[in-house]
Structure formats: structure tokens, C-alpha cells
């Protein structure tokens, strides 16, 4: 996340912050598994990426089936906080992967 973007995010309660840091720790054991596959299983890292989000996607519809009194009337509104999700935290990912990229590059030259 940018400075930029830091500065406009409401302060996160305790409460918040532990349910960030447990979903965080969650999310760690999926991409073990994932370099598990990749490394000791030898699978493409294209067919892990692409598993990765159909499982996603699979388990978030699953999530608001059981979240929703009617799914039907709110899958859009679902799908659009979903998919914000996902570009939210695509974005901030790719940043820090730039980040780390160029910090590489800088200590290789």
C-alpha cells in the first residue's frame, strides 16, 4: 500500500487488526501449498495460478450462498464487492511485487 493510500484509511481497531493478521496467516498456508505444488510437484505455475482463483471463485460463491437470504436478488452487488476485493488486493500485491523487483535490481547493480 502506497503512503498515499495509508492516509486515507480509517484507523483499524484491535479487533480488526487480529482478524487482518489471521486471514493473513490463512492466506500464507494456501500459498504454501501452492509452492509446494510448484516446486516439489513440478505443476506450472500458470495451472496453480489459474486453480488458485477458479477455487476462489468456487469457494466465494460458495460464501455468499450461505451469507445471502437471497442470492439471486444479490449476486450482482455481491459479485461487485467481490471483484473489488480481489482488485484491491491485486493492486496492492503487484505494488509491493514492483517494489521488491526494483530493490532486487538496485542491490544487483
Do not use: C
Amino acid at each position: 500500500m502506497t503512503d498515499q493510500q495509508n492516509q486515507n484509511q480509517p484507523e483499524m481497531s484491535e479487533e480488526d487488526k487480529e482478524n487482518q493478521q489471521e486471514i493473513f496467516k490463512l492466506a500464507d498456508k494456501f500459498i504454501a501449498l501452492a509452492n509446494n505444488m510448484n516446486m516439489r510437484e513440478k505443476k506450472e505455475l500458470w495451472k496453480i495460478g489459474t486453480a488458485f482463483r477458479f477455487a476462489a471463485a468456487r469457494y466465494s460463491s460458495h460464501e455468499s450462498a450461505v451469507g445471502s437470504q437471497n442470492l439471486e436478488e444479490d449476486r450482482e452487488k455481491l459479485e461487485d464487492w467481490i471483484n473489488g476485493q480481489f482488485k484491491t488486493m491485486l493492486t496492492e500485491n503487484m505494488q509491493m511485487q514492483l517494489a521488491i523487483m526494483k530493490e532486487e535490481q538496485q542491490n544487483q547493480g
